[in-house]
């Protein structure tokens, strides 16, 4: 059997450690003041999944009985009443100026330990479906929450709320679509979700050591 050259050997070695530190790492848990809501209209109500790191949680809900310290996992049994009490006020959601009353909540901690929040609403009878928030007062001009609204067949809005800007609003039809043409635009570009980016550029990079492999063996090749 012929041995790899050394400088191929080398080649190989290289592109291979340079594809290792190309691939994705595992899902992490939310950075500080990084939260995401989704909210779905389905046909009999409107839910809002919330997701944030548990220390962004303390200092949200818990105000001044939040401990000075990092927010430990083990204290989240003592204080859920007054998580669960917040997860009711994080959104003041209105149709045509009417409040949307909470039908139901639940809370829980991811496997990365951050807090997911899920809350039913009645289901939107008017229009326009108004979110607003006051939950980012007083956080780093920073913060935000990336706030994605869909119907049952549609996509109906996307919005990152800023503290000097936690208003969105989307209009609707009972069917849960948009009304007229195209979606709302975002107030600012939100980036793709990591998962699609980052199985694109694996592919990229396949390719790319392929090509590379391949040609490194046609030139050593040729040399002889």
Known sequence: MRRVPN????????????????VP??????DPFEITTDAHLEQYGLGLHTTLSLDSAARICLTSAAPARRFAVGEFPQFR????????????????????PVRSLSLQLSPEDDLEMRVIYDRPSKSPLAFETSTLNGLPSGAGIVLT????????????????????????????????????ASSEPVAPSGEHTSGIRFLDVVLAVAVLTMGAILALRSRR
């Open 81 to 100: 009443a007054q998580f669960e009490r917040c997860a009711r006020e994080f959104f003041a959601l209105s149709v045509a100026d009417e409040r949307l």
């Open 25 to 30: 790492a595992p899902a992490s848990a939310h």
């Open 7 to 22: 400088c191929l050997r080398r080649l190989l070695g290289g592109l291979s450690v340079t594809l290792g530190l190309l």
């Open 149 to 184: 609204v869909t119907g049952r067949r549609s996509f109906l809005g996307q919005k990152v709320l800023r503290p000097d800007d936690a208003r969105f609003e989307c209009s609707i039809t009972t069917e849960g679509e948009s009304v007229g043409g195209a979606p709302q």
